[in-house]
């Protein structure tokens, strides 16, 4: 069986969990809506995804039934226009959604946002990022030299499903940025590259540690220079203790935001030898300042563009995810009861 659906391009490399007819009825019995129940249309080939195929998916990837309703979020919020997954599915880049579970359901389910939060070693994170690129995969058709041109891809396409570490956060839950309440549980997808690991063992100010996370957001090799004008997000996942740092110095997320916003700027002498300057795509008022080899342009258009996580265990290690620029927001749904 391993071999057979290896040979058939239905598994992203990795052996699959047999999808039985038993265990994909328990799957949809769990999401609570009809196997034929149309999901949408799964971008670049447009096959229909209907409940039950998303959960055939979910058991290849070895989801238990109480994970299939994020499963079936994730699936929708990446079909929200603004998320535009047909580029991302399709790109050159090492592009890949990143799936982070909020509210009472991500502890419920034992999704971790602690220690290892990016991955390995807990079940509910692996096999949920992996459902949502399985569907991508087999209904999408999203496989390399396909109609997958990612040019290296990256580990991150595998799957990467995370929720933050609420015990140790001095911040709420960022879905509460988007209107939620802490109560309620949701689910966010962000379109990332796969971390970059920011080491900060020393500061004991904001600005200092804040000046290194912006060194590694502002490489002159990101996507985010050269496609900022309209939306280009950034995350940021701040370990509990960098965000103790700043929040004990008075520091909300807003104030961080603030901060990397005016601090991660380049002048326009640096950016016109970067890997994108002739296809960049900038609004006119930023390509008015092409003109300035002094002038500075942001990385973002503004500041809550910077979206700010925080998660991992103890340590002083935090993460910068950049994406492809500005052809892509982050969605946030609710999860159904």
């Given at each position: 069986?391993?071999?057979?659906?290896?040979?058939?391009?239905?598994?992203?490399?990795?052996?699959?969990?047999?999808?039985?007819?038993?265990?994909?009825?328990?799957?949809?019995?769990?999401?609570?809506?009809?196997?034929?129940?149309?999901?949408?249309?799964?971008?670049?080939?447009?096959?229909v995804a209907t409940v039950e195929k998303v959960a055939v998916n979910a058991v290849l990837a070895g989801c238990k039934p109480e994970h299939f309703k994020v499963v079936l979020t994730a699936v929708r919020a990446l079909l929200v226009p603004e998320f535009n997954l047909y580029t991302i599915q399709t790109t050159t880049h090492p592009a890949?959604?990143?799936?982070?579970?909020?509210?009472?359901?991500?502890?419920?389910?034992?999704?971790?946002?602690?220690?290892?939060?990016?991955?390995?070693?807990?079940?509910?994170?692996?096999?949920i990022g992996r459902a949502i690129h399985l569907v991508l995969t087999n209904l999408g058709d999203a496989k390399p030299g396909v109609r997958d041109f990612a040019t290296l891809g990256g580990p991150a396409k595998i799957g990467i499903c995370t929720t933050?570490?609420?015990?140790?956060?001095?911040?709420?839950?960022?879905?509460?940025?988007?209107?939620?309440?802490?109560?309620?549980?949701?689910?966010?997808?962000?379109?990332?590259?796969?971390?970059?690991?920011?080491?900060?063992?020393?500061s004991t100010t904001p600005e200092r540690l804040l000046d290194i996370v912006g060194s590694v957001m502002g490489h002159i090799g990101s996507n985010n220079w050269f496609a900022s004008d309209t939306g280009s997000e950034i995350v940021v996942v701040l370990a509990p203790e960098h965000a103790r740092l700043a929040s004990d110095a008075g520091w909300d997320r807003t104030a961080v935001q603030r901060y990397l916003?005016?601090?991660?700027?380049r002048p326009v002498s640096e950016l016109s030898r970067g890997g994108q300057w002739s296809p960049r795509t900038w609004s006119p008022w930023m390509n008015a300042l092409a003109k300035q080899p002094d002038a500075l342009i942001p990385i973002v258009e503004a500041p809550e563009h910077i979206v700010v996580l925080v998660a991992g265990g103890p340590g002083r290690f935090s993460a910068v995810m950049t994406n492809m620029g500005n052809i892509t927001r982050a969605v946030t749904l609710p999860i159904p009861n």
């Amino acid at each position: 069986m391993q071999d057979w659906f290896a040979d058939n391009g239905w598994t992203d490399g990795l052996p699959v969990v047999p999808p039985t007819p038993e265990a994909v009825a328990a799957m949809v019995e769990a999401g609570g809506e009809p196997g034929d129940a149309e999901v949408g249309e799964i971008p670049p080939l447009g096959a229909v995804a209907t409940v039950e195929k998303v959960a055939v998916n979910a058991v290849l990837a070895g989801c238990k039934p109480e994970h299939f309703k994020v499963v079936l979020t994730a699936v929708r919020a990446l079909l929200v226009p603004e998320f535009n997954l047909y580029t991302i599915q399709t790109t050159t880049h090492p592009a890949t959604p990143m799936v982070v579970v909020h509210g009472p359901e991500a502890r419920r389910l034992g999704i971790n946002g602690k220690t290892g939060a990016l991955g390995p070693g807990t079940r509910a994170n692996a096999v949920i990022g992996r459902a949502i690129h399985l569907v991508l995969t087999n209904l999408g058709d999203a496989k390399p030299g396909v109609r997958d041109f990612a040019t290296l891809g990256g580990p991150a396409k595998i799957g990467i499903c995370t929720t933050e570490n609420v015990d140790d956060s001095p911040w709420p839950e960022w879905h509460t940025t988007r209107g939620f309440s802490p109560d309620e549980s949701a689910v966010s997808v962000f379109c990332m590259e796969g971390p970059q690991s920011v080491n900060d063992h020393d500061s004991t100010t904001p600005e200092r540690l804040l000046d290194i996370v912006g060194s590694v957001m502002g490489h002159i090799g990101s996507n985010n220079w050269f496609a900022s004008d309209t939306g280009s997000e950034i995350v940021v996942v701040l370990a509990p203790e960098h965000a103790r740092l700043a929040s004990d110095a008075g520091w909300d997320r807003t104030a961080v935001q603030r901060y990397l916003y005016n601090r991660v700027r380049r002048p326009v002498s640096e950016l016109s030898r970067g890997g994108q300057w002739s296809p960049r795509t900038w609004s006119p008022w930023m390509n008015a300042l092409a003109k300035q080899p002094d002038a500075l342009i942001p990385i973002v258009e503004a500041p809550e563009h910077i979206v700010v996580l925080v998660a991992g265990g103890p340590g002083r290690f935090s993460a910068v995810m950049t994406n492809m620029g500005n052809i892509t927001r982050a969605v946030t749904l609710p999860i159904p009861n």
